[in-house]
C-alpha cells in the first residue's frame, strides 16, 4: 500500500480550539470594519451623486437607494456571518475528542481570548466614535450591537465550545 505525503484525510483534519474563536474575533472586527468604512465611502459617492448637476433624476434615486440597501443589508450578513461562524466552529468541536484532563487549559487560555477580544472591541469602538464615521456607525445597529459585547459573546461561545467538545471523550474498552 503506497502512503501518500502531504494529503491529510478528512478525520485528521478536524479540530476545533481557542484559536478558532480567535480567529473568529479577528475576522469579526475585519469585516466589520471594512463594513464601515465601505460604508463611509457609499455614502460620500451617493453624496457626491446628489450634487452633480450633471446627473439625471435616475441615477440619484439609484445612488440612494443603494445607499439603502448597503446599510440594512450589510448588517444582516455580518450578523449571518458570525452565526455561521459559531455553527461551523461547534460542528467541528463535535468531531474532536479531547482529554478532560485540558479543561483547565483551555479555560485559562479562554480568559487570555476574551481579553483580546476586549481589546478588538475598543479598536472597533474607537475607529466608530471617530467624528467621521460615527453617524454611518449608528445607522449599522447589528454591528454596533454585536462589536459592543464581543468579549461576552466569545466568553458564552467558548463555554458553549467547551461544553461541545470534553462531551463527546470517553474511555475506549
Known amino acids: 500500500m503506497v502512503r501518500r505525503r502531504g ?35 457609499s455614502t460620500d459617492f451617493n453624496t457626491y451623486i446628489q450634487n452633480d448637476t450633471v446627473m439625471p433624476a435616475t441615477a440619484k434615486t439609484a445612488s440612494t437607494q443603494l445607499l439603502g440597501y448597503f446599510t440594512s443589508s450589510l ?16 460542528a467541528m468541536a463535535a468531531l474532536v475528542r479531547v482529554h478532560p484532563i485540558f479543561l483547565v487549559f ?4 479562554l480568559v487570555f481570548v476574551i481579553l483580546i ?8 469602538e474607537a475607529m466608530a ?25 466569545v466568553g458564552l461561545f467558548g463555554i458553549i465550545l467547551m461544553v461541545v467538545m470534553y462531551k463527546v471523550w470517553q474511555v475506549e474498552s
Open 7 to 41: 494529503r491529510k484525510s478528512l478525520s485528521r483534519c478536524k479540530r476545533a480550539s481557542l484559536q478558532d474563536l480567535l480567529f473568529v474575533g479577528v475576522l469579526v472586527l475585519v469585516f466589520a470594519m471594512s463594513v464601515l468604512i465601505g460604508f463611509r465611502l
Open 75 to 90: 448588517d444582516n450578513v455580518f450578523l449571518f456571518v458570525l452565526v455561521g461562524l459559531c455553527i461551523v466552529t461547534l
Open 106 to 109: 483551555f479555560v485559562i487560555g
Open 117 to 124: 477580544c476586549a481589546i478588538l472591541t475598543n479598536v472597533y
Open 129 to 153: 466614535s471617530h467624528a467621521e464615521l460615527q453617524a454611518q456607525a449608528n445607522q449599522l445597529t447589528n454591528i454596533s450591537f454585536i462589536m459592543a459585547r464581543l468579549p461576552f459573546l
